[in-house]
């Protein structure tokens, strides 16, 4: 029996304090390569270029994390599921895995591929859903619920039919 609810991302946010690290550390380099306290046009490419950064920031890392995790939290804020050997548990409302037709998941091409690195922006890694059409009605389960919760799906199940559904950004609508 496994147990999964909502709970915090570590790898995630290290990922995110790691880049705003970098980013902060770049703005320090910028500074002292830059004449600023000498040359008033040094101080205005170094305040416009440290904006540009925290803005790109901001727009590539940032953003897309709190609006994919306020979406997932609409979905599965108080969900708790439990995977047993013949069914699964989503909030104390028991499925059979004969009632299930298909599991559809939804993520980006680099978290199907294991795309890695400076490439891959932070949400590509850590954010998909799960789509559980049963006969009678569907559920969502998010990454929110744990980052492994696909693989341990998968690998329990293994006579469900699994189909992969790539989208750039995984917003469950």
Same mark, same amino acid.
């Given at each position: ?27 320090? %380099?910028? $500074? ?20 540009? %950064? ?12 709190? %609006?994919?995790?306020?979406? $997932? ?65 569907? $559920? %969502? ?15 329990? $199940? ?16």
């Amino acid at each position: 029996m496994e147990k999964y609810s909502v709970k915090p991302n570590k790898k995630l946010n290290r990922d995110l304090l790691l880049y705003g690290f970098f980013m902060f550390t770049f703005i320090i %380099i910028i $500074y002292f390569s830059l004449n600023v306290q000498e040359d008033p046009e040094d101080l205005k490419a170094f305040v416009l270029l440290s904006a540009l %950064i925290v803005i790109c920031y901001c727009l590539f890392f940032l953003m897309p994390v709190f %609006i994919l995790q306020e979406n $997932y939290l609409k979905y599965n804020k108080k969900t708790e599921v439990v995977l047993l050997e013949d069914h699964i548990i989503i909030n104390k409302e028991v499925i059979k895995i004969e009632s299930i037709k298909e599991v559809n998941i939804y993520a980006t091409y680099q978290y199907f591929n294991g795309g890695v690195g400076a490439a891959t922006l932070t949400y590509n890694e850590y954010f998909y859903y799960l789509e559980i059409v049963t006969n009678k009605s569907k $559920y %969502i389960l998010t990454s929110l619920l744990g980052i492994e919760l696909e693989k341990k799906i998968k690998n329990a $199940y293994p006579e469900l039919t699994f189909s992969k559904k790539v989208k750039w950004f995984p917003l469950v609508k």
